[in-house]
């Protein structure tokens, strides 16, 4: 099925951003004292979320958790931090990144966590429908936006949608990656 067509204004990046703090409460924990997993997948989904809805000003489903890097444990106590920004549009689905913070009891902020959700925009009759473009402005966000094409490609062909041949920005990187080995020798 074909998306919809909804033209709608590009925006930029930071337009996007959405962030969500929360306390780790006992309900929140395993038996370690430590926050659940799913519990954090749950905050991070709500708060990419409004991000994707924040871009496309339309409904929006989660179509994937593409990555999720659990890097160290968020305790009973800890105030956690999601920050979320869409990282690229595509026809009718947006790459969010979130990125997640953990402020100690005690003081101290540090990263603890990262993850990559996809979402697409829907009609009233959840049919996709075409989202605006996205306008990376900062260094970061022009390297996240680079990048989510990339992994946009590798999904593809691993899912049997897209040719290899055909993944002219993964092509270009390991071209890349050659070259630099090839001056190495």
């Known amino acids: 099925m074909q998306p919809k067509i909804n033209a709608m204004k590009a925006r930029k990046a930071q337009d996007t951003f959405a962030q969500t703090s929360k306390i780790v409460l006992p309900n929140d924990t395993n038996v370690l ?11 991070m989904d709500i708060t990419a979320g409004i991000s994707a809805q924040r871009h496309c000003q339309r409904v929006v489903v989660t179509a994937s958790v593409n990555n999720v890097s659990f890097n160290q444990p968020i305790k009973l106590g800890d105030v956690v931090t999601i920050e979320a920004k869409v990282s690229r549009a595509f026809t009718s689905s947006m790459e969010v990144f979130l990125d997640v913070y953990v402020d100690k009891v005690g003081g101290g902020r540090k990263k603890c966590n990262e993850a990559i959700y996809t979402f697409v925009a829907v009609d009233q009759n959840g049919s996709p429908i075409e989202v605006p473009e996205l306008l990376p402005e900062t260094d970061r966000e022009k390297d996240r936006y680079a990048a ?21 920005e993964l092509k270009a990187l390991f071209e890349h990656a050659e070259n630099a080995a090839g001056k190495k020798s």
Request: no cysteine; charged share 15%; proline share 3%.
């Open 33 to 43: 004292g430590n926050l659940m997993g799913g519990q954090l997948l749950n905050w």
């Open 148 to 168: 989510a094409l990339r992994r946009k490609q590798l999904s593809l062909i691993l899912a049997g949608k897209m040719s290899p041949s055909d993944a002219t």
